[in-house]
């Protein structure tokens, strides 16, 4: 059973508009959510998170929004570039159990 | 160097061959972690050592051998695998304790596996 869900495996997106990455969590537990970004050939890396005591966390064009009663996550990159091409993976831990959850990854491509 | 390097890149071997994949981190965690990532999955986590010694095994055949010999280093002995094993496997570490904010995960490149 997948606890951290992802449901659109792709995304594509103008140049300058704003790219909206959705995911899902079933595990009442977690409560610590992090976003990760995958270029091809290379390993995921951190881009940023949020704490369950929060609802959104901002830093430059990537916001992180959690609504915590819906089991939601989004991840907002405004406005979007071509170099924001990549596979998002959204991730949680929570409890005493440090070890992150992934989901499957969306594939944004943003067009120039 | 900084951060996790991970060798070889890519690698291929036939089923009755017998490799072994190179993590290294220069991050002074305490807890590193090997991961599968096969296509439409999720990130697998495979192994989980901290402080060297393994916490974790997450059902992963025996045809993969984790090894960590200190802090700093981890390896992946591989024998007799399948061509399902055709992934690609990432090292990570992050360091453990201190609350979540510590417990980012950073990522080595990866090995690209072919199976023949």
């Known amino acids: 059973d997948q606890q951290v869900k992802q449901n659109s495996p792709s995304l594509s997106v103008q140049e300058g508009r704003i790219s909206i990455l959705n995911c899902d969590y079933t595990?009442?537990?977690?409560?610590?959510f992090l976003w990760y970004k995958k270029y091809p050939a290379e390993g995921p890396t951190f881009l940023i998170s949020i704490s369950s005591i929060k609802d959104k966390n901002e830093d430059g064009r990537f916001t992180v929004f959690l609504n915590k009663s819906a089991k939601h996550l989004s991840l907002h990159i405004v406005p979007s570039q071509p170099g924001d091409s990549a596979v998002y993976f959204c991730a949680a831990s929570g409890g005493s159990n440090y070890k992150l959850t992934f989901g499957k990854g969306t594939l944004l491509t943003v067009n120039p | 160097e900084t951060g996790v390097t991970q060798t070889p890149r890519h690698l291929v071997m036939g089923m009755t061959n017998k490799k072994s994949l190179k993590c290294e981190q220069h991050?002074?965690?305490?807890?590193m972690y090997w991961y599968k990532q096969s296509a439409k999955k999720p990130l697998e986590l495979m192994f989980v050592?901290?402080?060297?010694?393994?916490?974790e095994n997450n059902s992963v055949p025996s045809r993969f051998s984790p090894e960590c010999p200190n802090s700093s280093h981890l390896f992946l002995h591989l024998h007799t695998l399948q061509p399902e094993d055709s992934a690609l496997y990432l090292c990570?570490?992050?360091?453990?304790?201190?609350?979540?904010?510590?417990?980012?995960?950073?990522f080595g490149s990866g090995t690209q596996l072919s199976v023949l």
């Open positions: 990570a570490s992050s360091q453990v304790g201190g609350g979540p904010t510590n417990e980012k995960l950073f």
């Open positions: 991050l002074g965690h305490n807890a």
């Open positions: 050592y901290n402080f060297k010694e393994q916490t």
């Open positions: 595990n009442s537990m977690f409560d610590y």
